[in-house]
């Protein structure tokens, strides 16, 4: 849940929403997925791991969404003054801190998928208003298995 206010005006929502529409995923191989939680790590685990440590220049955030969205943000610590971004952004005055590349642990995206028994990961970001993923199941024929191995 954030915790940041979600402004009424548009001005506000805009600027929120685009701040939200930073989605990194990170797709990990079976292997690599299974050995993290043989040492314990949830995909929460992972999501916090990656939003402590994945961090950028505030000069270099700022002028990100300056350049790549439809609302050009020029400076965090006025958007954290408005309650539209969480406080983490404006720690200090300096456009050196390292501030984080998502609001939160949960704008991370972390999946499992690939070859068993290799030991990949792979990371995506996107370039601009693109929304948030929106996934569904989907059912595999009785006879998948079947298929998989006449394939191989």
Request: charged share 25%; glycine share 4%.
């Amino acid at each position: 849940m954030s915790v940041f206010h979600y402004d009424r005006d548009a001005d506000g929502i805009v600027t929120v929403t685009v701040l939200r529409l930073l989605r990194p995923l990170l797709v990990l191989s079976p292997i690599l997925a299974e050995t993290l939680a043989k040492d314990g790590w949830s995909k929460a685990d992972v999501r916090q791991y990656l939003y402590d440590h994945c961090r950028l220049p505030a000069w270099h955030f700022e002028r990100y969404l300056g350049e790549w969205t439809d609302h050009p943000i020029n400076n965090l610590r006025d958007e954290v003054g408005l309650r539209r971004a969480p406080a983490v952004f404006a720690e200090s005055d300096d456009p050196e801190r390292m501030v984080p590349i998502t609001f939160e642990a949960d704008d991370f995206m972390v999946a499992v998928s690939g070859d068993p028994l290799r030991t990949n990961a792979i990371t995506f970001a996107h370039n601009g208003i693109l929304g948030y993923t929106v996934a569904r199941e989907i059912d595999l024929p009785a006879d998948w298995e079947a298929k998989l191995k006449s394939a191989r």
